[in-house]
């Protein structure tokens, strides 16, 4: 079974500019994660879908950041401007209802 | 208070040692307890989930205190292949499957 998949998995961007994570979930998983992993820490949840609607936003910065899951399907999280403490690893993961949540291999961003 | 406190570590310990982390966590409605583990510069992925009985898996066993709000992870016999960062992983309930993280601890197994 296909895992999780992201891309692109490097990136380095200039501050203040913009930059876009890909994330295609593990087919049927309705519930789809964005997490923020800075290194040396434990990744913090930035959003979560379930389907196509938004589950719990409340730790994303919607000054700069975005996401979106238009078809209930795949995901794209958008960081615009960026600033240097947004340098980390953007993990993508996705459950089943009430289940295990598996990750991605993860988008790690680099800010300059 | 962190929702989810740990020892960051590192735990260095030679091959065959036992070895136990503990975790804390502040959300007393908090409904469902995992461990984590994180290879470096890999994603996390489920070692096991904790139960009030506590449970095993082979040279693993997780145990929770509900009462302490207190979660621990043993390793017995540790092998150089379990050198990783470990995860405190808690749901807090709420409505949703959601996770809320520790700051892992790292664990080196030397020979």
């Known amino acids: 079974e296909a895992g999780v998949a992201q891309s692109p998995r490097y990136k380095i961007i200039e501050k203040r500019q913009s930059v876009a994570f890909w994330c295609n979930p593990i087919s049927g998983h309705a519930t789809l994660y964005w997490y923020q992993q800075i290194l040396g820490q434990g990744p913090k949840l930035l959003i979560q879908?379930?389907?196509?609607?938004?589950?719990?936003d409340s730790q994303l910065p919607k000054d700069r950041f975005s996401a979106e899951r238009l078809k209930g399907v795949d995901s794209t999280l958008k960081i615009q401007p960026a600033k240097l403490e947004d340098s980390a690893v953007y993990l993508c993961?996705?459950?089943?209802?009430?289940?295990?949540?598996?990750f991605g291999e993860g988008s790690w961003l680099t800010v300059v | 208070r962190k929702e989810v406190e740990q020892d960051p570590g590192p735990f260095n310990v030679p091959e065959g040692a036992t070895v136990a982390f503990n975790c804390t966590y502040s959300?007393?409605?908090?409904?469902?307890f995992f461990w984590y583990r994180q290879d470096c510069r890999k994603e996390p992925k489920l070692l096991m989930s904790?139960?009030?009985s506590g449970n095993e898996d082979g040279r693993f066993t997780a145990q929770l205190n509900r009462a302490s709000q207190y979660i621990s992870l043993l390793i017995r016999d540790s092998k150089l292949s379990d050198s990783a960062t470990y995860l405190c992983v808690v749901n807090p309930g709420g409505g949703g499957n959601k996770l809320t993280f520790g700051t892992g601890t790292q664990l080196k197994v030397e020979l």
């Open positions: 879908f379930q389907n196509n609607g938004v589950v719990d």
């Open positions: 959300n007393s409605a908090s409904q469902s």
């Open positions: 904790v139960y009030s």
């Open positions: 993961a996705s459950s089943l209802v009430g289940n295990t949540i598996y």
